[in-house]
């Protein structure tokens, strides 16, 4: 038979690949051979000169990088071990299940760059409630501009804001587990903890594995909230790859040299998610 | 200059008069304008109420609301009734107004007639934006603008962006604490020195360490010595600049302030930077908990809010202070940024011990008409009726619109007292201190107006920020931001940052 007609129907969904998934590609990777910025517009050709400088030339990308590797580990695995906890606390028969399942998940339907703004004001460190609490105790912590504290800040924030999502795809694995090994652990007499260890946590692994990639995808991109609270300071202690990327780009306009950081980015968290999600397998599935 | 404020009095007054009876006209169906009605001109209510500009659609593109993005949208408004015409006014965040309009400026199209934006980003923006027509530029209302802000404006000689707003840094102070004579025994007790408006910023200083962490105007709560722009890119390199031209514009030596005009070597890392940027990694003991982290708007609440004893910038927080809803009303005082016991000098490679002072004209708002607009004749007859005698007269009196005095005749202190309830001493205070840094001084400094002019302002955010933070010391943190300069320079191309440079070098030279 002859199924040459099916390119046809190929055709749409090649055609809309092409326009939003290839050609923005293509294009990023030749304007990053670009000098393009605010004086020469235009798609010159400068061969490999922006990622020369990247590699040899820019320690505050890789300081970036470190500073987002840090934060995004210690985000996730916070959402993930809270987030399991809130989902296993209600996918027991509870008072008032509905709703907590409701009440947990209302921080990640808000606004993110609003609520980044409502916690500026509440770590505001002289005029915010926080620091009006502590003062009670003599102490007033510096929220937003200590090198430390500005990047606990910005995990608390991305902790609440996004431990929900964890919270609703790990309740939907433990929706979906099976009954049977948990009737079978019952009858040989196992205890809530041995059954959390021995049968809960093992068939989650899959969902788990999966909900913490997509938060590592997420938390790698943290941009808003540091935009908003802190600009990446004080200094550069809380300046992420993803905000750099933002200065360079669309504050000091250097849109070839941002195209290299982008792709030099991209290829850096494909490899690293990559080598992640297969530790993650080996340490949680395998084991 | 005294004459000169007598001379604007009279014609303030003469235009009041003259326009009495068509005031009630227009300010009854425009109550912004009710403290003045109307005032006569080339763009005023009655001028535009004869054009017609119906079926024609002007977009803007604009600040946030309230600062400027409010009058934008209320004067589009305004003019809309008055013309016919469309108006669509599409509100910006600060931070995107530069990317917003250079993106489509750089693909040719034309999605804005009318760009608002800081008047530093002439150089980059000036290929893609209209000339202000002879008409404009000559007309009354033109002429009532400082030189200074005409300047600004100005490219080579040419008038690119329309004055919409004026901005200088000046010291803000709380006149009721440093004209306190039981403040000032207590300070010469404890310190030896007398308690006066700072000279200098050493006394500054030592003003805002003293009053620092204390309740001194007995309402219960800690006040603190100083509100600074210190946030990282939230304007912070303004704020840098203010403190250092003491330190390092040389009236004798001319040349360049932020390069050698010559050799286009950065001069940020000189002994007059660092001095300065030793002050102000100081200052961050004297600043409100977290007052390393304040953008503008943190340094106008809180120093408007009556929090701090100093504050340097621009005038909204003084505006702010000075508002009828402000807990420091008529307590404040303005005066010139304080100077330095010495300057730099950099053709000797040492310092002067003398008495240096430098006001420093600032970039502030400004707009303009898209060369690529088809629109053009209602654009610049927007701008102007924005700019008019009457709409900027009510406009100055409200703090969050963000539009300051840039006009000769702003600077008559009756119009404050009258119309704003302001103490007459502080009102004389405020338009000579303001009046002074426009026409007074011979050493003024003007903001960096370079290709690539946010590259260079970033570098400078990053350096310093890191100094304020801890995270290197004022003379690594300006090597760095020099490295970082050079770099800049290298790509940009040397002769086309001198040739653009050196349209701000003649202005500072007096030229």
Redesign the interface.
Known sequence: MNFKHKYLFLLPGFLVLLGILIFPIGFTVRLSLSSWDSFFPGLDFIGLENYTRLFTDDPRFWEAFQRLSFMSVITVFLQYTIGFALAHMVWKEIKFQRFFRVLFLIPMMTTPVIMTVIWKTVFHESLGPVNDFFSLFGVTPLWLSSEALSKVTVIIVEVWQWTPFMFLLLLAGLLSLPKEPFLAASIDGAGPIRKFVYVTFPLMAPISIGAIIIRLIEASKIMDTVYVLTSGGPGTSSETSSFYIFIKGLREFQFGYSAALSLTYLIIMIISLTIIAKMLVKLMIRS | MKKMIKISTLTVTASLLAVAAQADKWSDQFPHIKNTGDIAGECSYESMSKKDYSGQKLTINTHAVPVIGEPTALHAEQFSKLTGAEVNVIHTPA??L??KA?VPF?AGQAPYDIVFGFSNFIR?WKQYLQPVPAKYVNMRQMQDVTQSHIDVNSWDGEMIQFPIDGDRHYLKYRKDVIDNPEYQAKYKAETGNELRVPQTWKEYGEMATFFNGWDWDNDGELE?GSAEVM????LMFAAFFSRSVAYAKNPRVPGGYFFDLESMEPLINGPGFVEALTDWVEATKYV??????FGLGDEI??FGGG?TLFSFSWDDAFVAAMQDDSPIKNKVGAAPLPGSDRVWNRSSGAWENEFNQAPYIVWGWTAAVAKASKNQDVAFDYLCFFANDANHQADIAIGRFGVNPFKKSDFVPELYVERQGWDPEIAKQYAETLMEMEEGSTNRVFPLRV??V??FN?AIA?GT????????SPQEALDEVAVEWK?IVK??GAD?VREAYAIGVALEDNL
């Open positions: 931070g995107d530069y990317s250079m750089q980059d603190y946030k990282k890119d939230d409100p908990p977290g007052g390393i982290n609440n809180s929090q290709p690539g946010f590259q970033s990053t920020s890191k100094a304020l933070a801890g995270q290197l770099k790509r940009i086309t």
